[in-house]
């Protein structure tokens, strides 16, 4: 029998299974005939705890990376619970119940899963399972899996602004207000740091010639899919590719980012088929993927406030830091030494007025 959900609220938890059989949340069975496939879609689930987990904060070595160790050391952070990976045991216990599994986070203790109703709403019974919580619809997605990097064709010649022979190019304007012209005479132009920049999508970053040094000094990496759970991201949109140019571009006398030295880690977060919560959960996972490898700076221009199911969209009340997934995975990030920037919102003149999530977390910039 296919079911169809009613929302109410979409938090189940182990409590109100044991205690009644709806509560906030109710469920409309209606027979379509078990030809017919339940619709699918994206939950989020808590554990209680990493007992009996196989990771030991005594072996970080098998978790995080030797770059990942040193720049914790260097600012004295230790390596805590919530470093450990999710337990194994309780994944597959998801997995054998009939969902599907989308992301982890070893920071919330929790899985993102994909399943119908039918499935996801029962995980709240598992002893080890302490909320069960709706993120949206299961989005189909049309990309080629892994397309690979195409080959870069380089220029005959560096083309030049109208507006005049300054290095930076149509860079000027926005280099001279951060003060870069300085920096980059002092000797700072992001050699030695890793940057991870979170986006929807980098499409055509692996043939822009004004990422041709990036590419050419192996300083340019496709990090991961974590919409499409794959290693393709030069799809899907090209804001990531204008976000990456702000900082990584290097053609001189046309366009010079502010780090053009730096090491960059491309990672796609964003889910363009639509706005629901799961991409909260996706961006935490991107920045446990950063962390692990021992990434400096995380750079994401993203930010969520209103989702296409208004139900699930932020309130005011809840910007304080940890309400949000998304904010709560933020904070956590700037916590383990990594910078963290986070764009404002395009809403200062509309309506919202605010910033979005994770921009409220603690430790954000």
Known sequence: MALRLCFNFAVVNTTMFRKTACVGLFLCATALGFAQQARQ?????????????????????EFLSARALARRAKAGILIEENDLPVNPAYINALKVSGARLHSTSKWLNSATVIADSAIALPLARLPFVTQVEYLGPDIRISNPPNRPARERKPLKAIPKPAQGQSLYGYASLQNSLLGVPFVHAAGYRGAGI???????????????????????????????????????VFESAAHGSSVLSVMASNLPGYFVGTA??????????????GEFPVEETNWIAGAEWADSIGVDIINASLGYTTFNDASLSHSYEKLDGRSALGSRGAGIAASKGMVVLKSAGNSGDEA???IGVPGDAPGVL
Do not use: H
Request: hydrophobic share 40%; proline share 4%.
């Open 41 to 61: 879609y994206k939950w989020w689930v808590k554990f209680t705890d990493k007992k009996d987990s196989p990771f030991c904060t005594c072996r970080p070595a």
């Open 194 to 232: 890793w940057i991870a920049v979170m986006d929807g999508g980098f499409t055509n970053a692996d043939i822009l010639t004004f990422f041709d040094s990036l590419a050419l000094q192996g300083r340019l990496f496709q990090g991961r899919d974590f919409v499409e759970r794959d290693g393709a």
């Open 260 to 273: 053009p030295d730096a090491t960059y880690f491309l990672l796609k977060t964003e889910d363009t088929g």
């Open 352 to 354: 919202w007025k605010y």
